[in-house]
């Protein structure tokens, strides 16, 4: 007969009572009344075990008195002895009485014709012991269990198992308590960890499942992070909100216990992202605010802008195009506050390749780019245009290159770092004034 939670089962137990073996007494030594045995006794009876289903109940603890077997003893194959103190009515136990079975566990209570009826309890040979009620044999009402483990469950019983409202403590300091189902933690329940976490909410089959609050114990004891939400099988999923132990807090959707779907983050630094995740990084489309006025408006990728989107920075420039694990890559346009404005290729957060890059003052770079800087063939036209053709290093006018004037003037030569070096070649056409100083 075993009432003993399941000791490895730290977030929950099954109880489930077996009634004991139905006893067949083969023999009686003491004073009968018409035949029976009636009183208050001490019964020494053999309890014979053959023939005897494992699952069948106490029906008739006394059988053997019933057909006579008076004052003597008879062999039905193995035997083994049980001792009985207590009072007898028409040769069965009722009242209160003590029951010895021949395992050495033992019953001490009240009984009805022959079953455990009332209070009593119960001993069990590996330690264990259940006080409470009984009804018809099983184990029904009110009652606390003891367990050879040193867990203690103390509550609500429906016949042999645990139903109803009930506290179970455990040998490590855990404490559960709320409503039970079938020897399971099943409806509304609060958890109380040994190690200062709990768990108010609900459960299904010793798992959280429904709506419920854990809150997380930290050092000094108190709250350090707290979830309120949904819970599927022990995990969070569905709709919640969690608060962080760094000040960080999430609201939105949960999958597997993790990120997943619609939500809000609001970062410890005051930064916000509201949008898609997936397992617990930002993915999908999003929006990020940081708190110093910033702005990305896009897609992301493993918690990092990526795909396409928009980053307006504190000073009013703004970038729109193609991101890479981050940084701006690919093609973009970059409209910067004074009204410049770039539009080409990007790489690794710098403009790289090819690129226009038109000023507010009117003039404008159309070439190549490499580190946020003109390099290598570009040509930079001015607003009364002339133009400048040809080669540039970091930013600078090198190599050979050729200017044309308004007037259509040409020269032709080699540039380094920004200054004419050397002969070139001079065209003039036939509108040109060189003593006009305009040209």
Request: hydrophobic fraction near 25%; charge should be negative.
């Amino acid at each position: 007969m075993d009432l003993a939670a399941d000791p490895e089962g730290r977030r929950g137990a099954r109880f489930i009572a077996q009634m004991p073996r139905k006893i067949v007494f083969a023999a009686a030594v003491d004073t009968f009344r018409l035949d029976k045995l009636h009183g208050t006794h001490c019964l020494t009876t053999l309890v014979s075990m053959a023939g005897i289903q494992e699952s069948a109940p106490v029906d008739n603890m006394f059988v053997g008195m019933q057909l006579g077997l008076r004052g003597r003893s008879v062999d039905y194959g193995f035997c083994t002895t049980a001792k009985h103190w207590g009072e007898i009515e028409n040769g069965q136990m009722h009242g209160r009485g003590c029951l010895i079975y021949p395992n050495k566990e033992k019953y001490e209570g009240d009984w009805v014709y022959g079953k455990r009826h009332g209070h009593g309890v119960y001993t069990y040979a590996d330690g264990s012991k259940y006080d409470g009620e009984w009804v018809e044999d099983k184990v029904h009402g009110k009652g606390t269990c003891y367990y050879a483990s040193g867990n203690r469950y103390t509550g609500d019983w429906t016949f042999g198992r645990i139903n109803g409202r009930g506290t179970l403590e455990y040998a490590d300091g855990d404490r559960y308590d709320g409503e039970w189902k079938d020897g399971r933690m099943h409806g509304k329940g609060l958890y109380y960890y040994s190690n200062g976490d709990r768990y108010d909410g609900e459960w299904k089959d010793d798992k959280r499942h429904g709506k419920g609050t854990v809150t997380y114990a930290g050092p000094d004891g108190s709250v350090s992070e707290k979830f309120d939400g949904d819970w599927v099988e022990g995990r969070m999923q569905g709709w919640g909100k969690y608060y962080y132990a760094d000040g960080g807090v999430y609201e939105g959707e949960w999958q597997d216990g993790k990120m997943h779907g619609k939500g809000t983050y609001i970062f410890p630094n005051g930064n916000k992202y509201e949008g898609e995740w997936c397992d617990d990084v930002k993915q999908g489309y999003g929006v990020l605010t940081y708190v110093n006025g910033e702005r990305y408006e896009g897609y992301w990728l493993d918690d990092k802008a990526h795909g396409t989107g928009t980053l307006t920075y504190l000073q009013g420039d703004r970038y729109t195009g193609e991101w890479y694990q981050g940084k701006k890559h690919g093609r973009g346009t970059l409209a910067y506050s004074n009204k410049d404005t770039y539009e080409g290729e990007w790489r690794n957060d710098s403009a790289t390749g090819r690129g226009v890059l038109e000023y507010a003052n009117g003039c404008r770079y159309e070439g190549d780019w490499l580190d946020d800087r003109r390099h290598g063939e570009g040509q930079l036209l001015l607003p009364d245009g002339s133009s400048y053709e040809g080669g540039w290093v970091n930013g600078k006018k090198e190599g050979r290159a050729r200017i044309i004037l308004k007037c259509g003037a040409v020269f032709v030569g080699t540039w380094k770092d920004n200054r004419i070096v050397g002969q070139g070649e001079f065209y003039l056409s036939e509108n040109c004034d060189l003593n006009n100083p305009d040209y």
